[in-house]
Every structure is written in structure tokens, then in C-alpha cells.
């Protein structure tokens, strides 16, 4: 055990106590990101920004991923879990942890409905704007003709909107 101490020392430059103190600090700066970024994608959304949306995606993406790597630490795990536990007064950076946390989660209820209603919105201008095979005269009655419809026999590609 103190070989594996003296190991994480020299590695680090740290004593295990400033290590876990440093993950705990770096997983709430992730969080920190994650909201920033969902905050970010939700804008380009609504602004329909879709190389903007992209770019954030991907930086959610590789926070997660970091957040995931920095749950897999025993330190954090018990940091988390002091987070968690609602009689926890003592810890400064665990209730942070736990407020971010929760912050977060509201935060990703609201992505998750705006997410939702882009698709619908995108389902119905879909069905609004349907394109079909005009055929001339064949089999077309029930479509009314307009003056840009081919008096000939000719195919074109119409969009009903």
C-alpha cells in the first residue's frame, strides 16, 4: 500500500489527498462545461445554427466522456456520494457538487423538451411540404391545376405546401 502511495507521488507531484481533491474539482468544473454546453446548444437551436450545434455536441460529447472517466475514481465516487447523502453540511465541494448536479438535471429536462418539440416541428413541415409526381392528365383529377402545370404530358416535380 505505501508503495502504491509513493507511486501516485511521483506521478502526480501530489499526496493522494490533493489528487482526489483536484478530481473532485475537475469533475465539477466538467459539469460546470456540461451545462454551459447545453445552454450553448440549446441557442443554436433556436437560432437554427446547425454548424454551431454540431461543434457543441461534440463538446458534450468529450465532457461526458470525461465525467465518466472521473466517476470510475474512488475518490470521487466517495465525493460523490457524500454529495449525495442529504446530511452532508461539512463539505464545501460536495454541496457544490450536489447543487451542480441538480442544476443539471433541469437543465437537461429543458434540452430534452426543446429537443422534442424541434422534432415535431420538423414532422410537421415534413408532412406540410410533400413532393409528388405530376403526370399531365393521368389519374391527377382531385389535384387542382394551377397555371404552372403542364398542359402536355410531361412529368414535373410539384411541392404541395
Not at 447543487?99 to 429537443?115: D, G, K, M, Q, V
Not at 420538423?122 to 383529377?141: A, C, D, F, P, V
Amino acid at each position: 500500500m505505501g508503495h502504491e502511495m509513493e507511486e501516485m507521488k511521483s506521478e502526480t507531484g501530489r499526496r493522494p489527498e490533493e489528487q482526489s481533491d483536484n478530481d473532485a474539482r475537475e469533475y465539477l468544473t466538467n459539469l460546470h462545461c456540461l451545462a454551459g454546453e447545453l445552454n450553448h446548444a440549446m441557442a443554436a437551436i433556436v437560432a437554427q445554427e446547425l454548424p454551431s450545434l454540431r461543434e457543441s455536441l461534440h463538446v458534450q460529447r468529450s465532457t461526458c466522456a470525461r465525467l465518466s472517466d472521473l466517476q470510475q475514481s474512488p475518490n470521487v465516487r466517495q465525493m460523490l456520494s457524500t454529495a449525495a447523502d442529504a446530511d452532508t453540511a461539512g463539505c464545501d465541494l460536495s454541496t457544490e457538487i450536489k447543487a451542480a448536479t441538480e442544476s443539471l438535471l433541469a437543465l437537461n429536462r429543458r434540452y430534452s423538451a426543446l429537443l422534442t418539440h424541434a422534432g415535431e416541428t420538423l414532422r410537421m413541415l415534413s408532412g406540410l411540404y410533400r413532393g409528388y409526381l405530376y403526370q399531365g392528365h393521368q389519374g391527377h383529377e382531385g389535384h387542382a391545376r394551377t397555371a404552372l402545370a403542364p398542359q402536355s404530358g410531361t412529368q414535373s416535380w410539384y411541392c404541395e405546401v
